[in-house]
């Protein structure tokens, strides 16, 4: 009797994990695994997010002539999730150079796509950098057929680019991260890409929403911290979602503490509630650097009333 039990127990245990290996096979639908094999690109499938990476590699940027690695703030994407009536919803941000901002506009607007913003996140940056928010509605492979030919406008002048960037790439920082630290200070933990410790931050507490699908933390709607550098000698760029009434209270405490402000502006067109974007770019010591962005994500979500 116990070995009957026992080999009751053990195909109930091999049933639970051929189950579990099901479900993880089947975490990316069919339709989003397309729409990477179409765009020739990495990507992962989160809260019912698909997420393409869109790295500009081929890049070598400095800021104030300091070097700034790819995940520091240069890797561009556009996600896909699920809205109304069987159709995809598409969210993106594009990382370009000057010369690329109008041919990639070109391809996204005679797709039948939108572009929502075209802004700047840095100051002092070579070569200047800009980024290009795009939109979206379609199946999903549609919307991976439009968005294409801009995604192959990228990928070519990357192409170009390779043998003059490999020439000019800085050297890194030299010393390390206390990563624990910074998340202990800010309340968040991060994920380490390369020498770039980031800590993204969502906003639950916005209820956004495009034609039924909700716009998460993974379709944009979050607040991030780059951390880059050593301890006693680090750089940190990031974006802060807010809501209107957030604005100049995380202004004054982001100035108060000496970080830079870069950028003020929108993602998202026609959207309720508002939401404000805001870039910000520092150099210091980490802990003093996670401190000040702790201040200004301390702000978030608050009432104005109660203040809780």
Sequence with gaps: MRSFRFAVRLLLVAGALLASRAVNAQEMPAEYKSVLTTLGKTGDFKDGVLKVNIPRNDLRVTVKQRSAPTPFGFGGWVALTKGDGGHEVMVGDLVLTEDEVNPVMSALLDNGLDVTALHNHFFWEQPRIFYMHVHGMGTAADLAKRVKPAVDLIDQAAKRAQPTAAR??????????????????????????GPVYKITIGRPDIDVREHGAAINARMGLNTWAAF????????VAGDIAMLEREVTPVLKALRADGINVVAI?????????????????????????AEAVRSAVNLLGKSPITNQ
């Design 168 to 193: 000019s790439a800085g050297p890194a920082s030299a010393g390390a991260l206390g990563t624990a630290a910074l998340a202990k200070i800010i309340g968040h933990q991060g994920e380490q890409s």
């Design 228 to 235: 880059a550098g050593s301890d006693a000698d680090a750089m």
């Design 265 to 289: 502006h929108n993602h998202m067109t026609d959207v309720k509630p508002l939401v404000v974007f805001l870039h910000y770019y520092g150099t210091g010591p980490a802990a003093k650097l």
